[in-house]
C-alpha cells in the first residue's frame, strides 16, 4: 500500500488542546455513564479533543464508519493514525478495500505484520504450515497480538479505538465505551451502543466505502482460511472459527 496525504482546509479542522490530566486519572466509570447514550461522533470528538497525542483508531477494513467519522467530519489538526495488520492471511477483497480505502480518505496508515516475514509463503516457511489449523492461538499471537503490541509501542499510543459493537456476540454484550488495559492504555468503542442496522444506515447515508464481502453473507470479516458466510439466524461473528469454541483472535483479551 502507498501512503498518502491529505492537507485539510485549516477552517474544517478540530482544535485539539491538550488535557489537563494524564490519561492514568481519567474517571473510565464516569465516561462511561456519561457516554452511554451518546452517538459515536460525540464520542470520538471528546477523544481528539481530550487525547490530542497517542490515540489511534484499529481496523481491519470490514466497515468503515469510524473511519468516516474521523477523516471526512471531525478532522483533527493531526489526523488520527490508523494500524492496520496485515496477517497475510487476508481476503484479496480486504486488501483492496485497504487501498481504496487509502485513496478515498488520505489516512495515516501503519501496516503491521508477523516479524520477519512479507508472504503467506514465508509466513509458511518460518512458522509452520497451515498454523491456523494446528495452533490457532500461536497463528493469532504471530499474526495479530505481537505486531499490535509492537505497533502501539512503536507509535508510543495511549488510547486505541475500535469498532466492537455489543450486539455482535454474547460474548461482547456487556462492552464498555471506556476500557483501561492492563499496561494503562485505554481502549475506546465509539460503536458499543450501535446496532448493526445504525451501522448500515450510516455507511449508506454517507456514502462509506466496505469490504464487498458483506455483499457475500460475510457479516465479521477475519482471515480467509478462519472466515465463512453467516447462516441466517446466527449471530454476527458465527462465521469467525466456526466449529470451534474460540470467540475472539487474542487482541482484545
Not at 71 to 96: E, G, M
Not at 140 to 156: F, G, I, M, N, S
Not at 205 to 232: A, C, F, K, W
Request: proline letters at 7%; one cysteine or more; hydrophobic letters at 35%.
Amino acid at each position: 500500500l502507498t501512503l498518502l496525504a491529505i492537507n485539510y482546509p485549516r477552517e474544517t479542522m478540530v482544535q485539539c488542546a491538550p488535557s489537563p490530566l494524564p490519561l492514568t486519572q481519567f474517571d473510565l466509570e464516569r465516561l462511561n455513564r456519561r457516554f452511554e447514550a451518546a452517538e459515536p461522533r460525540e464520542i470520538l470528538d471528546w477523544c481528539v479533543n481530550h487525547i490530542p497525542e497517542g490515540l489511534v483508531q484499529t481496523t481491519a477494513f470490514s466497515l468503515l464508519v469510524v473511519t468516516d467519522m474521523l477523516y471526512q467530519d471531525l478532522r483533527p489538526k493531526s489526523p488520527v493514525p490508523i494500524i492496520f495488520l496485515d496477517t497475510l492471511h487476508h481476503f484479496q477483497a480486504t486488501l483492496d478495500t485497504a487501498q481504496k480505502a487509502q485513496r478515498y480518505y488520505g489516512l495515516d496508515l501503519h501496516i503491521y505484520r508477523a516479524q520477519g516475514v512479507n508472504s503467506r509463503e514465508e509466513f509458511a516457511e518460518r512458522y509452520g504450515h497451515e498454523l491456523w489449523d494446528t495452533d490457532v492461538s500461536r497463528f493469532h499471537y504471530l499474526t495479530k497480538v505481537e505486531p499490535l503490541q509492537r505497533a502501539l509501542d512503536d507509535l508510543q499510543v495511549k488510547a486505541w479505538i475500535t469498532g466492537r459493537r455489543r450486539d455482535q456476540s454474547p460474548s461482547r454484550r456487556h462492552l464498555p465505551i471506556f476500557e483501561r488495559e492492563q499496561s494503562g492504555r485505554i481502549k475506546v468503542n465509539p460503536l458499543a451502543n450501535w446496532s448493526r442496522k445504525q451501522l448500515w444506515q450510516y455507511t449508506f447515508e454517507h456514502n462509506v466505502p466496505y469490504n464487498p464481502l458483506h455483499d457475500q453473507g460475510y457479516l465479521s470479516i477475519g482471515d480467509e482460511p478462519l472466515t465463512t458466510p453467516v447462516r441466517p439466524g446466527e449471530d454476527e461473528r458465527a462465521g469467525r472459527w466456526r466449529g470451534s469454541n474460540k470467540t475472539e483472535c487474542g487482541i482484545h483479551l
